[in-house]
Nanobody, 122 residues
Framework: QVSLVESGGGSVQAGGSLRLSCAAS??????LAWFRQAPGKEREGVAS???????LYGDSVEGRFTISRDNAKETLYLQMNSLKPEDTGMYYC??????????????????WGPGTQVTVSS
């Protein structure tokens, strides 16, 4: 079993930065990813990373967000810079036991954390 717990969310002004973490206990999943969901909207993929370090990003965050993982610490990170109000939402960590899919669709992932809230004010 895989247990995922996110942390690092909070409130920040537009243009600011936040760093999210996800503690992934249990078997180290091949693919780890970040999703987000704004009120009234579908959950969308933000970024993903395989154990070999290959990264994929959604168009809306490319160049502003950076995903990384520390396999020894079983931790996934998301560095978010130049935050915009439209980045507001609940951010979820997700895992699956095969390579990251493209596009990043929530239905391909087996394990999810409870989420951490990110709020960006203008």
């Amino acid at each position: 079993q895989v247990s995922l717990v996110e942390s690092g969310g909070g409130s920040v002004q537009a243009g600011g930065s936040l760093r999210l973490s996800c503690a992934a206990s249990g078997y180290i999943s091949y693919c780890l990813a970040w999703f987000r969901q704004a009120p009234g909207k579908e959950r969308e993929g933000v970024a993903s990373i395989n154990t070999d370090g290959k990264e994929l990003y959604g168009d809306s965050v490319e160049g502003r967000f950076t995903i990384s993982r520390d396999n020894a610490k079983e931790t996934l990170y998301l560095q978010m810079n130049s935050l915009k109000p439209e980045d507001t939402g609940m951010y979820y960590c997700a895992a699956r036991f095969s390579r990251c899919p493209f596009p990043l669709y929530r239905g391909y992932f087996n394990y999810w954390g409870p989420g951490t809230q990110v709020t960006v004010s203008s």
